[in-house]
């Protein structure tokens, strides 16, 4: 069983700095896409960065050259360093995991990546919580 757990949430101002962390174990293939979520009161939950195992990364606008998604195999962890925090960034931040790349077709054009909503596994989440 997969299991994903969390840490490194808090309490900063606006502009202030802070790094999550996401702990993996139980999950023994070599191919994964692993992102961040974000989850604000009164909205709906949100994709904020996604990373293959293959190291290739995508971001949501709104967290575009703010936020950097990285990982470390050895230690099993994926990490979310978000700078420049903004109120906005408020939620409950959590880490999910699923087995690779989906296929999105539109226009014609078909390309693969891991930004998609479903995936399957989720850890509890960790609150962050900016302040103006």
């Known amino acids: 069983q997969v299991q994903l757990v969390e840490s490194g949430g808090g309490s900063v101002q606006a502009g202030g700095s802070l790094r999550l962390s996401c702990t993996a174990s139980?999950?023994?293939?070599?191919?994964?896409?692993m992102a961040w979520f974000r989850q604000a009161p009164g909205k709906e939950r949100e994709g904020v960065a996604h990373i293959h195992s293959d190291g290739t990364t995508r971001y949501a606008d709104s967290v575009k050259g703010r936020f950097t998604i990285s990982k470390d195999n050895a230690k099993r962890t994926l990490y979310l360093q978000m700078n420049s925090l903004k109120p906005e960034d408020t939620g409950m931040c959590l880490c999910?995991?699923?087995?690779?790349?989906?296929?999105?077709?539109?226009?014609?054009?078909?390309?693969?990546?891991?930004?998609?909503?479903?995936?399957?596994?989720w850890g509890h989440g960790t609150q962050v919580t900016v302040s103006s």
């Open positions: 999910a995991a699923d087995l690779g790349k989906r296929t999105f077709c539109s226009g014609g054009h078909c390309s693969r990546s891991c930004a998609y909503d479903d995936y399957k596994y």
């Open positions: 139980g999950y023994t293939g070599s191919t994964y896409c």
